[in-house]
């Protein structure tokens, strides 16, 4: 489907995460279909976070060593999926919070993330898969009580899809 | 390789489509004419993209008619 042909002038993005404990994933093809990621985007499924960090790809490279060899090899290999550290306030009573926590505990749960950029009409939502690998509290009790968590996106496992 | 198969294949896959599409074959005609019967927004849409980057189909018939045109419109 055609992104919508214009700039969203001052849109806002929010986090979804799909629901449950146990989750079945989007698959590849699904993450780029509006119709199968917005199911995702309500409100129940929302993220308080704080702000939505970069996301996207970076280079990675693959480092081969032989031994005895003076030098190593550097092989450019597919960009890597940049993982997200986010930022968002403790409420041990969320719901979502406490699934990405039990996600962390887990290590190997896979969950579809949505980011939606909306800036009231058009809506581009990016779905991805992940894995999240950390999630710490900040009690510190000059301010209000944070938690931080990070999601890996898994490699290829990403797309886009709008409402246009 | 069927192309119902092939669409199955990709639309429950979580492999890179590009990559899935690759190991593959199947006919480029077929995939041209259902990519333009197919729903934008669905699963075998996406897949039949795959499909068509890998598979791209050119209308041979069309080009020759175009060549060997003399009238020149």
């Known amino acids: 489907m055609a992104l919508p042909n214009k700039v969203l002038p001052g849109f806002s993005a929010t986090l979804y995460c799909q629901p449950t404990a146990t989750p079945?994933?989007?698959?590849?093809?699904?993450l780029s279909v509006y119709a199968s990621v917005s199911p995702i985007v309500i409100t129940g499924n929302l993220i308080p976070v704080e702000a939505i960090p970069?996301?996207?790809q970076d280079d990675a490279m693959a480092n081969f060593n032989v031994a005895g060899s003076r030098q190593s090899d550097k092989i450019p290999t597919q960009a890597a999926p940049t993982s997200m550290?986010?930022?968002?306030a403790w409420n041990p009573a969320d719901t979502n919070l406490l699934l990405i926590r039990g996600d962390a505990y887990s290590g190997t749960v896979?969950?579809?993330f949505v980011i939606s950029a909306s800036d009231g009409t058009g809506i581009v939502n990016y779905a991805f898969n992940g894995r999240v690998g950390q999630f710490t509290v900040d009690p510190n009790p000059t301010a209000e009580a944070k938690c931080t968590f990070t999601i890996h996106p898994r490699g290829n496992q990403y797309g886009w899809s709008n409402n246009a | 390789m069927k192309l119902s198969e092939a669409i199955e294949l990709l639309t429950s896959t979580y492999q890179s489509l590009d990559a899935a599409a690759l190991g593959l074959p199947v006919d480029a005609k077929e995939v041209a004419d259902a990519l333009a019967k197919a729903n934008p927004d669905s699963a075998e849409y996406v897949a039949l993209q795959a499909l068509a980057k890998v598979n791209p189909y050119e209308n041979t018939k069309k080009e020759k008619v175009i060549q060997n045109d003399d009238t020149n419109k």
């Open chain 1, 24 to 30: 079945t994933p989007l698959t590849t093809a699904n």
């Open chain 1, 54 to 56: 970069a996301f996207g």
């Open chain 1, 85 to 88: 550290t986010i930022t968002a």
């Open chain 1, 110 to 112: 896979d969950r579809t």
